[in-house]
């Protein structure tokens, strides 16, 4: 069985310690589809499938193959407990977890451990990487939890290797998003309570324009919605949450 490396500790200016706090008191339940992190499983399959058809486009891969990131290395910034860096760890890519939560990363280093895949996770802020660079960098969900967007956003794009590929997902700041986020969600208990401020949602616009600044090149956007039949869907209404991906100009 392959173990996960040795703990490496990050440096970090866009951490939000009551954030890390907040989520890291959900680490021990992370891995439960029916815990506190219920919404992330049920985004999952959506969100891999979306990063699956970037990943093709991106590197003109063959769209049968189970392993489409082999020989890439991958980063995914707030990884909680791992529930996306597994997948793309099987799906070939030499994976790096950052989070900021110790608590989180003990727990995607037992998982992981348990499932046999070799992970590199790591405690800190993607502005302690330096110069490491990635083929695939992920912020998903995350944009919003951080104490300086345009920093983050910075630093994700330092992380990007010459023919990478972004992709950040995050809730819009619409009224939508403000009632099934937070007066749905968070007061029926299917997310947390205080796990979301609305006011630090971003717009598209917002994002668009932050990645856009860093010189990077936004490629697609695409909208992440529910719906009563199916669940969670990709979708080109971007008023719940959406994704935005981008390489570099």
């Given at each position: 069985?392959?173990?996960?490396?040795?703990p490496v500790?990050?440096?970090?200016?866009?951490i939000?310690?009551?954030?890390?706090a907040?989520?890291?008191?959900?680490?021990a339940?992370?891995?439960?589809?029916n815990?506190?992190s219920?919404?992330?499983?049920?985004?999952?399959p959506?969100?891999?499938?979306y990063?699956?058809?970037?990943?093709?486009?991106?590197?003109?891969?063959?769209e049968?193959?189970?392993?489409?990131?082999?020989?890439k290395r991958?980063?995914?910034?707030?990884?909680?407990?791992?529930?996306?860096?597994?997948?793309l760890?099987r799906m070939g890519?030499?994976?790096t977890?950052?989070d900021?939560a110790p608590?989180?990363?003990?727990?995607?280093?037992?998982?992981?451990?348990?499932?046999?895949?070799?992970?590199?996770?790591?405690?800190?802020s993607?502005?302690?990487?330096?110069?490491e660079?990635?083929?695939?960098v992920?912020?998903?969900?995350?944009?919003e939890?951080?104490s300086?967007?345009?920093?983050f956003?910075?630093g994700?794009?330092?992380?990007?290797a010459a023919?990478?590929?972004?992709v950040?997902s995050t809730?819009?700041?619409?009224?939508l998003s403000r009632?099934?986020?937070i007066?749905i969600?968070?007061?029926l208990?299917?997310?947390?309570?205080g796990?979301?401020?609305?006011?630090k949602?971003?717009?598209?616009?917002?994002?668009?324009?932050?990645?856009e600044a860093?010189g990077?090149?936004v490629i697609?956007?695409?909208?992440?919605?529910f719906?009563?039949?199916k669940?969670?869907?990709?979708?080109?209404?971007?008023?719940?949450d959406?994704?935005v991906?981008a390489v570099?100009?």
């Open positions: 069985m392959t173990m996960a490396s040795a500790t990050t440096s970090g200016t866009t939000d310690p009551a954030e890390a907040h989520f890291g008191r959900m680490a339940d992370w891995w439960d589809p815990g506190s219920a919404m992330l499983h049920r985004l999952n959506v969100r891999l499938g990063l699956r058809e970037r990943i093709d486009t991106q590197w003109r891969g063959d049968t193959s189970f392993t489409p990131l082999s020989g991958a980063l995914d910034v707030g990884c909680g407990a791992g529930l996306l860096c597994e997948p760890a890519a030499s994976v977890g950052l900021a608590e989180n990363i003990a727990a995607a280093r037992a998982h992981c451990a348990r499932s046999g895949l070799g992970i590199d996770y790591r405690i800190g993607v502005e302690g990487l330096h110069a660079t990635f083929d695939l992920t912020a998903l969900e995350v944009i939890h951080v300086d967007p345009a920093a956003v910075r994700l794009a330092e992380a990007m023919d990478g590929l972004l950040i809730p819009n700041r619409t009224g009632l099934a986020m007066g969600g968070e007061t208990g299917g997310i947390p309570r796990t979301h401020d609305w006011d949602f971003l717009t598209q616009d917002e994002l668009i324009a932050l990645v860093t990077l090149k697609d956007t695409r909208g992440l919605s719906s009563a039949a669940g969670f869907v990709l979708s080109d209404d971007l008023k719940l959406y994704f991906t570099r100009g």
